[in-house]
């Protein structure tokens, strides 16, 4: 019986039992003395095994917590990491769900929250998309609100945590191509011969980076968000690497400065 379920009926029983005091008070009839008295008796029984079950799911919940937590702490996780709540087992009912979320699940939860905040408070250009503060934090939460079972709010976290360590890849790509970008020697010929470019390296950054991650943009296929991971990393790489020389790199600088158009048409390079 689940807890939902032995909560509905110790209602119904203590209903009844005093519907039995009702009546006995009425009639006097020792039959009625003798039912209420087996009924209390159940009363008590249920009413024991309801309060043991939902302390037990609340003290669980916070052992499992803890262990999470002792877990990461033991084993050297950095704050950069952001890993999933622990899957539970056996349990798909409503109230598992909320145990679930507010008390082994609320610490993951709080740091999608988090990022995203820090995400927001960067200089990104749409990153996020959503151009209103808590904007994207609101979406998110109304997603995970969403959710059904247990095992269905995994399957949200699973891809809101990845559409946000996505969008984190790619504000730290911006970030390198525009440092890499304003120490460019030539950067004021840049800025004299492109003038449709005039101060917005991040924003052509943006649009480059979405080119490039376009083919493998859907999260929904397994094969492409691992292309997609692996893409930004190696990105990532290269502009660590290799800075300015790296390939990536030397691809958005001819983009940004119209390099394959100029040519085309005979017109000065930077």
Request: hydrophobic share 40%; with cysteine.
């Amino acid at each position: 019986m689940t807890t939902h379920h032995s909560f509905s009926f110790i209602l119904i029983l203590f209903f009844f039992i005093c519907l039995c005091i009702f009546f006995y008070r009425r009639k006097g009839h020792f039959c009625l003395f003798l039912l209420i008295h087996f009924l209390l008796l159940l009363f008590s029984y249920f009413l024991r095994s309801f309060l043991f079950e939902t302390l037990f799911t609340l003290v669980g919940g916070i052992v499992t917590a803890t262990s999470v937590i002792h877990h990461n702490v033991s084993s050297g996780s950095s704050g950069s990491e952001l890993s999933g709540p622990p899957p539970l087992e056996s349990s798909s009912s409503t109230e598992s769900l909320g145990t679930y979320r507010n008390i082994i699940a609320a610490e993951s939860e709080a740091q999608i929250y988090q990022r995203i905040q820090a995400l927001e408070g960067g200089l990104y250009s749409n990153l996020p998309p959503q151009n209103e503060p808590g904007e994207y934090a609101g979406i998110v939460r109304a997603h995970f609100d969403q959710a059904i079972t247990v095992d269905h709010y995994l399957l949200i976290f699973d891809k809101e945590r990845f559409d946000l360590q996505v969008l984190e890849g790619k504000a730290v790509l911006q970030d390198k191509l525009f440092e890499l970008m304003l120490s460019q020697p030539n950067l004021p010929r840049i800025y004299e011969i492109c003038l449709h470019n005039q101060g917005d390296i991040r924003k052509e950054a943006y649009s480059f980076l979405q080119e490039k991650v376009e083919p493998f943009s859907d999260p929904e296929v397994a094969a492409q968000r691992d292309r997609m991971s692996q893409s930004l990393a190696s990105f990532t790489q290269q502009l660590n690497e290799h800075g300015r020389n790296s390939e990536i790199y030397q691809e958005f600088y001819r983009e940004f400065t119209d390099e394959n158009f100029r040519r085309s048409l005979g017109l000065p390079l930077p």
